[in-house]
């Protein structure tokens, strides 16, 4: 029997989070871009599948750093 793996729960997977609209449409008028120029994550990815995201869906990944934490932004397609 196949085991299956949560890849949410997984140690090395960093924190992350779906924006609602209104967190979509204020992020992407604090950096002035559009949806499309966000950087693309794939609706078959293991991640995406396990958090049930949609295409066009945003999410937030925060990963910790040396000196700190960052922020970085998808859009699932």
Request: proline share 5%.
């Amino acid at each position: 029997m196949v085991k299956k793996i949560d890849v949410t729960q997984h140690v090395l997977t960093p924190k992350f989070s779906k924006l609602s609209p209104d967190e979509i449409k204020n992020l992407l008028v604090a950096y002035n871009i559009s949806d499309v120029q966000l950087p693309a994550i794939l609706v078959k990815d293991p991640l995406a599948k396990a958090a049930n995201l949609k295409g066009g869906d945003v999410i937030k990944i925060e990963r910790k750093t040396s000196t700190g934490k960052s922020d970085y932004y998808r859009r699932v397609v």
